[in-house]
Each structure stands twice: as structure tokens, then as C-alpha cells.
């Protein structure tokens, strides 16, 4: 984003407050979220396609770790291998699946990003707490079942 000139919270923060912040990342290898297909669009319950290979979500998931937390900020050997460009996953209020790789991922260093990552393997998105006909439930029977609570 900056490279374009473009503006986000964390490096606002940043810019503000410098080492007393401290930007904690997310990343996820697969699950689902949701999201809309289109700004001011519907919640969708979407499937989150695996990451591509080339990417720092691919990367972190070839560790054979389920889920953790990695402490970049100050780690000599950490920071060093995560600030190597490759691409991140960035996933929001909307998710377009079919055009994922533009859609969603940009070229990053994770280590200049973030002071703090939890790479998660899958994730599960939320269920909004009105829902409607577009929301899809991906078969899913609702945690309140019969009762709807």
C-alpha cells in the first residue's frame, strides 16, 4: 500500500506512536470467513480457498505447526527470513475467491509489517447476528439448534 501511496492503520499507528506500538498480524492457511462479494453488499458465509504457494501463508503452514505466535520485533532469526518479499493474503469485508490472486494479495515483508504474527490454520468466520437469505450457511447447523437462541 505504500508503495502507492496509499495509507493504513498500522502505519498511522506507527507513525504516531513507534516502538510503543506494536502491529500484530493474522494470517490464515485455509477455513472461512465472512464477507460480502461487493462493498455494502450482503454477509456470504465463504469458503477460503488454501493459500498460493508462493505466498507467506503457504510458508508458514509448511511448518507443520497448527496454530502460533511468532515475535518478529527484535528477533535476529525470524526477521531476517520474513523480510524477504513474497506475497500476503489480505482478506477483508469483501472476498472475491474467483480472483483471489489479484483481489487479495500484494507483495509484503512480514517482518517490516508486523512486530507480532499468529498464523492460524484455519479459520472459521463469524456468524452475524442477523441473518439473512444470502448468507450462506455452507450447511452448517446453527451451534442453537432447534431453538434459534
Do not use: C
Request: no cysteine.
Amino acid at each position: 500500500m505504500g508503495q502507492h501511496g496509499e495509507l493504513n492503520v498500522g502505519q498511522l499507528v506507527r507513525e504516531k506512536y513507534g516502538s510503543d506500538a506494536v502491529l500484530t498480524g493474522f494470517t490464515s492457511y485455509t477455513g472461512s470467513v465472512t464477507a460480502a462479494s461487493n462493498w455494502d453488499g450482503p454477509a456470504e458465509q465463504k469458503h477460503v480457498q488454501p493459500a498460493l504457494s508462493d505466498s507467506f501463508e503457504a510458508l508458514l503452514h509448511a511448518t507443520l505447526m497448527p496454530n502460533f505466535l511468532m515475535m518478529l520485533r527484535g528477533s535476529k532469526f525470524l526477521a531476517p527470513i520474513l523480510n524477504h518479499e513474497r506475497l500476503e493474503r489480505a482478506i477483508g469485508v469483501v472476498y472475491l475467491p474467483r480472483s483471489e490472486r489479484v483481489s487479495h494479495y500484494f507483495g509484503a515483508r512480514l517482518a517490516d509489517q508486523f512486530d507480532v504474527v499468529i498464523h492460524l490454520v484455519e479459520t472459521r468466520g463469524l456468524q452475524p447476528l442477523e441473518i439473512t437469505s444470502e448468507w450462506e450457511r455452507g450447511g452448517e447447523v446453527p451451534e442453537t439448534y432447534p431453538f434459534a437462541v
